[in-house]
């Protein structure tokens, strides 16, 4: 019975996985087409944004754990994924051949050893530091951001504090587009959701609303922690590889504490705990400063101001713990889930 | 939550999208109608945008800078504007954020249709911006980034500044031919490039004028403690020291060569430009000398008239960075001109060709790195104050 229901779900997943991604190239052209340069800019910073927020979310949302050093982790990425792609793309064009394809191996490939780096950062980072809890977890992973910062600050081959941006004169290569933007926030969102909505999702939550209760019931709370903690890292990773390779130059000073700051403004704006309102923040956060870039020197108050006219009034953020568009979702997997 | 509450979050809402569509329009529309107090159609003279970091960091450097801007291109219009119509400016605040600079840049150009662009002061944040320009065929002058990397990125780039290394040759020709050095030493910060580039420069010209470096010491940022370095020097025949740095070190290594009894004068570069200096330094840094971009009272009449006329207006006299910011504006209006109309190419073409300008903080001359070649002041400090002490050439 099981069996026989498995097989069509997986045939329907993987319908529904070509058409969402036949989709996206539409809509990318229909972008590129349809918008000015700098209209596409910030679309493109919304979905970096939309990354970095459900993935923090995971840590200081769900998990109920204060990380603010995620501006370290995507750092890493960021870093790890312009030098993988700046060494890699000769010898992928002598492969393949120069060309779009080439370009999108490359892209992807340099993509996952970011992620994959960040992910090892955040294992490491996690495994001694995540016993601790609340404001001295914060103090530690605040370290951690400033540390790597330093570090970068001080690499030579890295560029040091001018920043890397590759040989080329005009930078780093402009892989970053639409397609694969949204392509890695729908493979984000579907993994973060998953494991949200799985029996370790359940786990991560009973260690934010309780955790000697958590650890009485056999949960292995820093196991989980540290898997929440490197899951969160390597989607950071991610981001900042689309980000580098939109930027065409990155630094240090790009990932300062501040950046780390902003990420948490996404997630509580958005909603603690909610993946759309963690995603419905980091676009918030992008539209938001550049709606406001007339106002000069003035832009930042009003946002603040803006910031401090949501928190009274909406305390919980603008969604809450409250899930948009997913319920539809939901109901259809439940039902299968309940034989 | 309230009734009131949730009427509180829907006008926040609803003055969030109506400010959303308002910005939206120029996009969308045909006609490019800008927002804000910029309003901008096919038919109006030369639009000027500037990228500066009005708030962040180095506020300051962006503040400074826009002043002067601002004067320049009041000053055009006040004489009939270029090519007959008034000059628009558009400055853009992008935080010393090198995605808000991309940003900001991406707007200028898109939203409101500049023909050139000025800025940024940080050399990373006018690489962030001139690779967009560059791609987009928008001409653009850097007032005052000093790294070499700037105008590399493309012919679209340019800058009014000189960059790091040529101090190095100013400072070695003055010690040689002014000062009559044979022997120099050099202290520099090995985590520099800025001190290791001056460096650099300094002993290949010094060594190419027939000089002799007695002895080659370094140091890194942060450092407190010199004595090592210093006493090693003191056992060579230099007859002065040579310390590219910044500001903070230099002081400390100052009140250390006087400290063990090193009396030579010490050289530097523009990293020395800050009143701090003073403050650390002391009376230990009295008859040493530094190249700066312009020294206040070796001003030109025309630089002299400027400073007036920033202090009339803003309360405050100019800091280099706005020197260099009026020359900037100020040559672009002399491009255009030169070049008889607005396009791209046409400009970029015209400030390539750039022979001779005058501007508030020395002649510019372009060379064909779109660097310019012109001359530097050097400085020297007299009873805690720095002083002109002459102009030394390219």
New interface residues.
Partial sequence: MEAALKKPRWALRAVVAAAAIAGLYAAGLGVQAGFIEYVQRIILLAGINVILAVGLNLINGTTGQFSIGHAGFMAVGAYAAAFTGVHLAPHVASLLGAGSTADAVTFNVALLVGALLAGATGVLVGLPSLRLKGDYLAIVTLGFGEIIRILLNNAQFLGAATGYSGDSAAGLPAYTSFFWVFFWVLVVVALIRNVTFSQTGRSLVAIREDEIAAEAMATPTTRLKVLAFTLSAATAGIAGGLFAHMQSGIRPEDFRFDKSIDMIVMIIVGGLGSISGAALGGIFVAVTLEVMRDLQQYRLVLYALLLIVIMLVRPEGLLGSRELGLALFRRSSKKPGAT | ?TLV?RR??CI?GAA?LA??SA??KP?GGAAPGG??SVTTNESSGLIVGHYAS??GNT?HFGQDTDKAVRMAVDDANASGGVLGKPVKLT???D?????EA???V??L???EHVNALIGEVA??LS??GG?IA???GIPMISPSST?P?VT???DYIFRVCFIDPFQGKVMATFARNTLKLDEVAILKDV?N?YSIGLADTFKASFTALGGKIALEQSYSAGDTDFSAQVTAIKATKAQALYVPGYYSEVGAIARTARRLGLKVPLLGGDGWDAPELFSIGGDALNGSYYSNHFAPDGASPKGKAFMAAFKQKYGTEPTGLGMLGYDAAALLFDAVKRAGKLDGAAIRDALAQTKGFEGVAGTITMDKDRNPEKAAAILKIVDGKAKYEATVGP
């Fill in positions: 939550m509450g509180w979050f926040a969030l400010s959303f910005c939206k996009g927002s804000g009005l708030t506020a400055t853009l605040d935080r010393g954020d090198t995605a991309a940003s900001a991406t707007r150009i898109d939203v050399s990373s690489l962030a690779r560059q791609r987009r790294n990397k590399q990125v493309g985590k490039d």
